[in-house]
């Protein structure tokens, strides 16, 4: 994957340094230039992702990493993950660190699976994807976790396009057909344009006032469905992009699947992933 390496090496490097700020004090007991071998073991099935991020990790601390599994391979209990050689004092400085991130990301890429899961046995062409709501410093690895799970990653940041949410159109007084055309004044040809919309009558105004995607926001299956065939009633669904999102989990997106939007977000995947996968690091 083409993440930036040099934004993930300086985001390593941040982790480690909250970690151990000046000495591992507890290591003092072990000879400076001890040497040994190790092992990450999977303790619970589930698919694993962050090896790409480990690979980084260890190239800082001078370690040597034989990986035997892959990115968004999916693992069992007892798998090696890989294994590693180098200095203890090194070893034992990245451990936590290592292992928290692809403990986290790899619950984040086996979340995702199930949601995909859940789609294709449903037989709908609906993409599942994760949002903006990530944790302050973490959202690259959560993002790369997210996308090894099939899931689309939606939007990075602010500045990748423009969406138009409720705080907007109060502004603007509920008035979506002002807003919308006030943005596209503003709007460089570059942007796609996607508003959040919480009645059904809205989605209509903002597909013939040029929205490129229309969220429908906490919308029950029933609501969805009627927006849905409101646009098709109005010959204009196949002009712009459906995205439903708002309280949707594993339980529930069945429901949501039946008018079949083009997308679904959730920030279940980044916030509260479902499946959780453990691992460990043991000494040989």
């Known amino acids: 994957m083409n993440y930036n390496k040099i934004v993930i090496e300086q985001k390593l490097k941040d982790f480690l340094q909250e970690d151990c700020m000046y000495f591992d004090v507890s290591s003092k007991v072990i000879p400076e230039n001890a040497q040994t071998s190790a092992k990450i073991i999977a303790k619970s099935t589930g698919y694993v992702s962050g090896l790409e991020i480990l690979k980084i990790l260890f190239k800082i601390l001078n370690l040597s990493a034989n990986f035997l599994k892959e990115d ?8 090696i993950i890989l294994e590693l050689k180098g200095n203890i004092r090194d070893i034992l400085l ?30 709908k062409n609906v993409k599942i994807a994760c949002t903006r709501k990530t ?3 973490m959202r690259i690895f959560e993002k790369m976790a997210a996308e090894l799970g099939q899931a689309d990653v939606h939007r990075f940041g602010l500045d990748d396009m423009i969406l138009l949410k409720d ?11 002002k807003l919308l055309k006030d943005m596209k004044k503003k709007a460089s040809f570059t942007k796609k ?15 013939k006032n040029g929205a490129d995607i229309i969220m ?3 919308f029950s299956p029933d609501m969805v469905e009627d927006a849905i065939n409101l646009l098709k009633n109005n010959n204009i669904r196949d002009k712009v992009i459906i995205e439903v999102s708002g309280g949707i989990n594993p339980e529930n997106i069945v429901d ?10 959730s920030g279940v995947l980044t916030q509260f992933p479902s499946e959780q996968v453990d691992f460990s690091l043991r000494f040989d």
């Open 72 to 79: 968004g391979e999916e693992v069992s209990e007892g798998d």
């Open 94 to 123: 990245g451990e936590r660190t290592g292992l928290n991130l692809i403990t986290h990301m790899s619950a984040i890429t086996s979340t995702a699976r199930k949601f995909v899961k859940l789609i294709k046995d449903s037989g």
């Open 135 to 137: 944790i302050p410093g």
């Open 167 to 177: 705080s907007h159109l109060r502004y603007y007084k509920g008035d979506v057909g």
């Open 193 to 207: 344009i996607e508003i959040e919309v919480e009645k059904v009558e809205d989605a209509l105004i903002a597909a």
């Open 216 to 218: 429908l926001d906490n």
């Open 256 to 265: 949501y699947l039946l008018s079949e939007p083009d997308l679904i977000s």
